[in-house]
């Protein structure tokens, strides 16, 4: 059995003020692990508006989400943090010797001596169907998200949800295009949703044309032969259970915003944020700073640039839980031969 990982610090999250903590501990020449429960980084710039353009970063007229999240992996590069994708933190409890205890819910285990929280409005996962046996056909049958919409071309296909991304990927595989799917079952738990009137009227001009399905109801079972998942049963609202074929189940119950578990674990929080000081960006347990949208203060903005400079004065007053007895001098990196040197630029 292996035992926990030893490092300087640990950032709780990747969107973008985790990847630019990255950065301002790099140049203090601290190393660190960054973690996140989405499979991949840029946190709500990837998760909600990848190709929307943001205006507002400074000397940057303007970038897509995307174009900046990927922009912070070129600048964090030098500085070699080590990425965990597809975890959720969830356990933080102080250590006799001072340091923290950190682990995720894939079991990774850390022993840190300090720890960034960039969890921005919290966790993203999506809510899952809860039906026994579901999880096995995870990602091979069953899918929360569409990263790959040819895995759906010629299949036939249930979507479960009454928000846009239902609607919108129903209508997607529905039409002519190279992602059509064999059939498509639309099942939401009433008749009404909540996306885009335009698209439930296209979606109900389709079910007039013999197009596709709707189905009002809930997913209450699977069926399953050799393996394979072969179809959902789902039970109506006259409370009769029909059992629905399929080789492919999407489902959009919408990313559930909490702050999950980072609300255990002792730290003084003000409505769903913790509080920190202006100074250090430290919570009311010293060692551990909370950047970005997670935190709270007089005057607080959710804006990245915020964020950014609040990750910059976290990591000077991290510095000396990690380096006693040197004194942090601020450096250029325009000028300094040091920071050249940790940035590999020399
Ligand atoms: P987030 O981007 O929320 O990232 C936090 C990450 O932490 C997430 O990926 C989450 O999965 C992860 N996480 C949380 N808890 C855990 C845990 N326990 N374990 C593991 N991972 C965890 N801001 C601007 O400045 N300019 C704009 O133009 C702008 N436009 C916007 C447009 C939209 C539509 C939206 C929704 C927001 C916009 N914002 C804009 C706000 C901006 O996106 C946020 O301020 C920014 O994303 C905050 O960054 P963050 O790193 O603090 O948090």
Partial sequence: HEGPIETDAVIVGAGPVGLFQVFELGLLEIKAHIIDSLPYPGGQCIELYPDKPIYDIPAVPVCTGKELTDNLLKQIE????THHYGQEVTVVQKQDD????VETSKGTRFLTKTIFIAGGVGSFQPRTLKVDGIEAYDDKQVFYRVKNPAQFAGKNT???GGGDS?????????QDGPNKAESVILIHRRDGFRAAPASVAKMRELCEA????????????IEER????????VTGGDGVTRVVPMDMLLIFFGLSPKLGPIAEWGLNIERKQIVVDTEKFETSTPGIFAVGDVNTYPGKKKLILSGFHEAALAAFAAAPYIFPEKRIHLQYTTTSPKLHKVLGVE
């Avoid at 609607?167 to 529905?174: C, G, I, M, P, S």
């Avoid at 050799?226 to 049963?233: E, H, N, P």
């Fill in 158 to 160: 249930v979507i479960v």
């Fill in 166 to 174: 239902a609607l919108d990927w129903t209508l997607n595989f529905v």
């Fill in 78 to 81: 030098p500085f070699g943090a």
């Fill in 210 to 221: 013999y197009e596709m399905q709707f189905i009002v109801g809930q997913i209450t079972g």
């Fill in 98 to 101: 001072g340091r923290f205890y």
């Fill in 226 to 233: 050799d393996g394979r998942m072969t179809g959902v049963k």
